[in-house]
């Protein structure tokens, strides 16, 4: 019933409540208001329920879902849930319920997604294996190889992602095994074809060496490198484009090789040679001179120094005479002190020429 007072229209309702009949009024404004919310509320209203009749489907379709395009179907599904939840207005009754669907449908999207795509592997497994058969066909380049390596590497990694459940999981595990084997094959592939490279590269390491090698480990090194060229440039296949500059690298190497082999022994021996001169210093010849006058030589000359201090020359702590090096030799004494005492400090090295004759001397103490 409307009435008005005051200027401002008024609506009043009734209804029964509990048996007793109860009114109240509004404003013919806020009347207006609540007849134009009453169809958005009833949007959102099936916008929610819509959303619950998707998700209700996707769960009866993933319960038994097997193949891709069943999981497909269910992701669908759950997207379109999503959707319809994420439709629903923040000022409507149903807002926070959908809210919480939003999060609970998103986890079965990655679930039917992850689904999907386990059962797409055998599909895309075979499609990566066919392509890294075509392209092994043709490859000559390193990097044609490395592309086959790629893509039989992908192809085993799906085949290894077909689920137990899958129809095809008895058939991927025998792909596996083919597909290993070719991927192996593969990467020794990308090892010739890339010989040629490294091979110069060795080339290019050994003559930069070469340039600074004084010893004959440093020449080794050298010959090693060359040997390790060589090695390379004879593994290139046939079919390589370098295949022909290959060879004649391989026999340009040898000789160098040889050389640096050569240099490598010859700076050896000198090393041994001196190694042994230094072990076997005391063996050299030693004058008759020195032998025969260097002791009595040296007796007078410490006499002469130590003519203040000394009583005499012990002659039963004499050494015989010993190189220091070519034409200078020595000889060791022990000097006995004035009062007849023994001062075993008082050792003293005399160094000769080749003709006997003192140069010096040194006291050694212990």
């Known amino acids: 019933m409307m009435s008005r007072i005051g200027g401002v229209t008024f609506i009043f309702a009734f209804a029964l409540v509990g048996g007793y009949l109860v009114s109240w009024k509004l404003s013919a404004q806020t009347a207006v208001v609540a007849a134009a919310d009453r169809p958005a509320l009833s949007a959102a209203k099936k916008s929610y329920d819509l959303g619950g009749i998707k998700a209700q489907q996707s769960i009866l379709i993933g319960r038994s879902a097997q193949t891709e395009t069943e999981w497909n179907r269910a992701a669908n599904l759950w997207q379109e849930a999503i959707q319809l939840m994420q439709a629903v207005p923040p000022d409507t009754p149903e807002y926070t319920l959908a809210q919480l669907k939003i999060a609970e449908y998103q986890s079965h999207l990655i679930y039917a997604k992850d689904a999907e795509l386990k059962a797409s592997a055998f599909r895309l497994g075979t499609n990566q294996a066919t392509a890294a058969f075509a392209k092994s066909q043709t490859a000559k380049t390193e990097a044609d190889w490395q592309a086959a390596v790629s893509l039989w590497e992908s192809a085993l990694k799906l085949m290894q992602a077909v689920p137990k459940y899958s129809s095809d999981y008895q058939q991927a595990q025998a792909k596996?095994?083919?597909?290993?084997?070719?991927?192996?094959?593969?990467?020794?592939?990308?090892?010739?074809?890339?010989?040629?490279?490294?091979?110069?590269?060795?080339?290019?390491?050994?003559?930069?060496?070469?340039?600074?090698?004084?010893?004959?480990?440093?020449?080794?090194?050298?010959?090693?490198?060359?040997?390790?060229?060589?090695?390379?440039?004879?593994?290139?296949?046939?079919?390589?484009?370098?295949?022909?500059?290959?060879?004649?690298?391989?026999?340009?190497?040898?000789?160098?090789?040889?050389?640096?082999?050569?240099?490598?022994?010859?700076?050896?021996?000198?090393?041994?040679?001196?190694?042994?001169?230094?072990?076997?210093?005391?063996?050299?010849?030693?004058p008759a001179k020195v032998q025969n006058e260097a002791l009595s030589k040296g007796k007078v000359y410490l006499e002469e120094l130590f003519s203040v201090m000394a009583n005499g020359v012990d002659l039963d702590e004499m050494e015989s005479p010993s190189v220091i090096k070519p034409g200078v030799y020595m000889i060791r004494y022990r000097l006995n002190a004035a009062d007849g005492e023994e001062k075993w400090p008082e050792t003293v090295a005399v160094f000769f020429d080749s003709l006997a004759n003192p140069l010096g001397h040194q006291v050694i103490v212990p």
């Open 176 to 286: 596996i095994s083919e597909y290993e084997a070719n991927f192996r094959h593969s990467q020794k592939e990308v090892q010739k074809a890339g010989a040629f490279r490294l091979a110069v590269k060795a080339a290019t390491e050994a003559s930069a060496l070469v340039q600074s090698a004084k010893t004959s480990g440093e020449w080794s090194l050298v010959a090693n490198l060359w040997s390790k060229a060589i090695d390379l440039m004879k593994s290139v296949p046939p079919g390589n484009d370098n295949y022909i500059t290959a060879l004649e690298k391989a026999w340009e190497y040898q000789g160098k090789l040889k050389y640096a082999k050569q240099k490598s022994a010859e700076l050896q021996a000198i090393s041994n040679a001196n190694k042994d001169s230094d072990s076997d210093f005391s063996k050299i010849y030693i």
